[in-house]
């Protein structure tokens, strides 16, 4: 039996991804062979030496310590752009509540309910409209910060709204590139998009290098005016120096979903919570892909989509048993695991290597099932991490 502990509300969909006859999944299961989860954070949370995968359901994975995981063998997966289209829906939702003033006009029209006579309410509302005119979105610019899965269609809706988009993305992967609109001008740094965009959304993940990518100095280039929205994560953007630029009067307004004490009942903020994902379709997308990979990984050590380890997927030669492995990325492991396998007459039938990084592993077919004392050797050369034997 493989057992899966779950975090999070994982869709239900994701979950009958699991043969029952071959796997135990709840929020309670011991000695777990995976984690499913979402936004939990893994920081501090003992690891179970049964450990072998952590399946992330969404795209952004500082929840994990994925660099600690790797080095003790553990593959951590997340869903590229199975949420994406939610996070682009909310985006657009976010540049309208910024634009018209939706929620304050509704309001405005629910402080009506007590009206005496109803015959009131009609020229009180074509008196008062004014109050809450707004701008077009068409023929505005819209500047991306980060073109991946989700800054690529944010440009797509955007230029449909008839916008002109910007965006800067130094590090653009070349599927990315391919993906993107060449409607969308490429701007050379963060400086030259803010000065001249009306709306800024940031989508970009949460690392190092983008920890405060907006902050006082780059606040001090933004177009006056301007719209910032962050549906990426709270770390992005320093919300003393939001706080700073609203109140000099230069950023517009600031629109995100992650909400901090010092940003409610602000005027010129719109929070909610951390909803950008929160989509029965987009729940589904990522339960079922993280699902389908860890499975993939438990039962043929194939590996798609991770963020620590290389892919590595290979075909199952019939009627062969699977030995996988992982090690550090110097040179010989390989060689010294294929003379442990000759001298205990282990017949290799096919093999794949792969590395990343400081990582590698390896899949070998093999035409007898290897004995314990055989995975006991292999994980006895050094340099190797973690072997199973599937
Ligand atoms: N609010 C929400 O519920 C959600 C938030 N997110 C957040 O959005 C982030 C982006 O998601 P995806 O587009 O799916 O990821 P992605 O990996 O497809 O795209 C990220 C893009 O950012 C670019 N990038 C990295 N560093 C950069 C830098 N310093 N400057 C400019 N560009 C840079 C990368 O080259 C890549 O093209 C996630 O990491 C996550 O933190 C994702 C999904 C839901
Ligand atoms: O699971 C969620 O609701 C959060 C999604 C998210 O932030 C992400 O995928 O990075």
Redo the contacts with the bound molecule.
């Keep these: 039996m493989y057992k899966v502990r779950t975090y999070n509300k994982i869709a239900l969909s994701g979950l009958d991804r699991f043969p029952r006859q071959a796997y135990e999944v709840g929020s309670d299961i011991a000695h777990p062979d995976a984690f499913l989860l979402r936004s939990q954070k893994l920081q501090g949370i003992e690891v179970p030496q049964s450990l072998l995968a952590v399946a992330r359901a ?3 994975v ?1 929840n994990v310590p994925v660099a600690e995981y790797g080095k003790l063998g553990i593959v951590v997966f997340n869903t ?2 199975a ?2 289209n939610a ?1 682009k829906e909310l985006v657009m939702a976010g540049m309208l509540l910024s634009s018209r003033a939706i929620v304050d006009s509704m309001n405005f029209v629910q402080s009506l309910g007590d009206l005496k006579d109803p015959a009131e309410m009609s020229p009180r509302v074509e008196k008062e409209k004014s109050r809450f005119a707004g701008n077009e979105l068409k023929g505005k610019t819209l500047g991306i ?7 690529s269609m944010v440009a797509e809706m955007a230029l449909a709204m008839g916008m002109k988009v910007v965006g ?6 070349i599927d ?1 590139a391919w993906r993107l609109s060449n409607e969308v001008s490429r701007m050379e740094n963060l400086q030259s998009l803010l000065a001249r965009s009306d709306y800024v959304s940031m ?5 190092d ?2 920890r405060h ?1 907006i902050n006082n100095d780059t606040l001090a280039a933004i177009k006056s005016g301007a719209v910032l929205l962050n ?3 709270e770390t992005i953007v320093d919300s003393a120096a939001v706080l700073q630029s609203l109140a000099a009067g230069r950023l517009g307004k600031y629109v995100c ?1 992650f909400p901090e004490p010092c940003l409610l009942a602000h005027p010129q903020i719109i929070a909610m919570p ?4 929160s989509t029965e379709e987009s729940e589904e997308n990522c339960a079922v892909m993280a699902a389908n990979q860890l499975v993939d990984y438990l039962e043929n050590g194939n590996i798609v989509n991770s963020v620590n380890f290389p892919t590595i997927s290979m075909e199952r030669s019939p009627g062969t048993s699977r030995i996988v492995f992982s090690n550090d990325n110097v040179s010989g492991v390989l060689g010294q695991v294929l003379s442990v396998l000759a001298e205990n007459k282990v017949n290799v039938v096919d093999m794949m290597n792969k590395s990343r990084a400081e990582l590698a592993f390896n899949i070998v077919d093999v035409e007898t099932p290897p004995g314990d004392d055989v995975a006991r050797a292999i994980g006895a050369v050094e340099h190797v991490i973690r072997v199973r034997v599937i």
């Excluded at 800067?168 to 992967?173: G, K």
């Design positions: 969404g795209a952004g500082n590229p752009g949420n994406a996070v910060v980060g073109l991946g899965a989700i800054g800067f993305d130094p590090v653009l992967s990315a989508h970009v993940p949460a690392v290098g983008t990518m549906f990426a994560r979903d951390h909803i950008g994902a």
